[in-house]
């Protein structure tokens, strides 16, 4: 095999997918979580802002928690307040890469919260969601984020 990945003449149709796959394999972790980071966090974030009039949690947010949600232990105005702050405050740090692995624990829990006890049947959704979550919480955010500026100040090598 050429190490410059192009095939010469005649290589067969199993040496063409082989190649085809090593290509696919250097597909960069940091692309992937970068990508992960992005788009899940703009998952939570568009919900989040459902949720709000300017800076005020709306009484139809509540009102879905009292009627459609209900979170068992939990009021149901507590619930929305909290749930419009993570859906605002995990995905930012996640688009900024700071404390990714921790913001894309507590997506996950809600994400799990939501699967549990409001739409059972959406698991689908929120296995893709899932996905990405766990992406950043066992590979890291990647090179394009803050902690990994921090973890190369202080001369970890996280990913």
Known sequence: MHNDMTMPRGLTPQHRLYGALRLLDRIPHDLIALISRLSIGAVFWQSGQTKLDGWHVTDNAVYLFETEYKLPFVDPWIAAHLAAFAEHFFPFLLVIGLASRLSALALLGMTLVI?????????????????????????????????????????????
């Not at 959704?125 to 996905?131: D, E, N, P, R, S």
């Not at 394009?144 to 973890?151: E, F, G, N, P, W």
């Open 115 to 159: 699967e549990l006890f409001v739409y059972p049947d959406a698991w689908p959704t929120h296995g893709t969601w899932a996905v990405c979550f766990l992406v950043i919480i066992a590979g890291g955010p990647g090179r394009i984020s803050i902690d990994h500026l921090i973890a190369r100040h202080f001369g970890n090598n996280a990913r």
